[in-house]
């Protein structure tokens, strides 16, 4: 079972992969740089402290916490743990991937690091939030950046859902977390 669903995600993953231009590496490179996603951060934090005001440090909080596990947890522990090759560096794939600017990654993808930090800073802020334009926006942000992954070859689809598994999980346990205390200590700054 395990072997099938590996060969389909290797499948699904060189399907994906193979739809690629110039123009689509460009976008895809420019949407898989992190730089490029800090003013859109910093907007949202902007607004978390804009409607929240004093609660917004402890929100902010939150979600550098939450991005910090997800972090370590998926580059530190999980990719170490499992050891699956990146496709860019999959001797078997290696001639049938398509890979921009000869970027590979380190050596090992499962979990997606950017997939985990994506997703887990659209659950958080969706949370905080609770508007539904807000969070089909951010959500789309987190698959866009998550399928650039793909198209640069240095994820496979499951490693994109098992960091979307990890971002979403560590969210939730993280804002419950939150609630929690936030309902147990009753003060304006949380």
């Known amino acids: 079972m395990?072997?099938?669903?590996?060969?389909?995600?290797?499948?699904l993953f060189l399907f994906l992969n193979g739809f690629h231009s110039e123009t689509s590496d460009f976008i895809w490179w420019w949407i898989s740089s992190k730089t490029?996603?800090?003013?859109?951060?910093?907007?949202i934090l902007y607004f978390v402290i804009k409607k929240f005001q004093w609660?917004?440090?402890?929100?902010?909080?939150?979600?550098?916490?939450g991005i910090a596990i997800a972090d370590q947890?998926?580059?530190?522990?999980?990719?170490?743990?499992?050891?699956?090759?990146?496709?860019s560096h999959n001797p078997d794939f290696t001639q049938l991937v398509h890979i921009v600017n000869d970027y590979r990654g380190g050596l090992?993808?499962?979990?997606?690091?950017?997939?985990?930090?994506?997703?887990?800073?659209?659950?958080?802020?969706?949370?905080?939030?609770?508007?539904?334009?807000?969070?089909f926006s951010i959500f789309t942000w987190a698959?866009?950046?998550?399928?650039?992954?793909?198209?640069?070859?240095?994820?496979?689809?499951?490693?994109?859902?098992?960091?979307?598994i990890l971002g979403i999980s560590i969210?939730?346990?993280?804002?419950?977390?939150?609630?929690?205390?936030k309902n147990r200590i009753k003060t304006k700054y949380i």
């Not at 399928?147 to 994820?155: D, F, G, K, P």
């Not at 346990?173 to 205390?181: E, G, H, P, R, S």
């Open 73 to 87: 947890i998926s580059s530190s522990i999980i990719k170490e743990l499992v050891h699956r090759l990146r496709p």
């Open 108 to 135: 090992f993808g499962f979990v997606s690091s950017h997939a985990a930090n994506t997703f887990l800073f659209a659950t958080l802020t969706s949370l905080f939030f609770r508007n539904k334009w807000f969070s």
């Open 2 to 11: 395990l072997e099938k669903l590996i060969q389909l995600d290797k499948e």
């Open 55 to 65: 609660r917004s440090i402890s929100m902010i909080l939150i979600i550098i916490l």
């Open 36 to 43: 490029l996603w800090i003013p859109l951060y910093v907007i």
């Open 171 to 181: 969210s939730i346990i993280l804002y419950l977390l939150y609630k929690i205390i």
């Open 143 to 164: 698959i866009i950046v998550s399928y650039s992954r793909i198209a640069l070859a240095v994820h496979y689809p499951l490693d994109i859902i098992g960091g979307a």
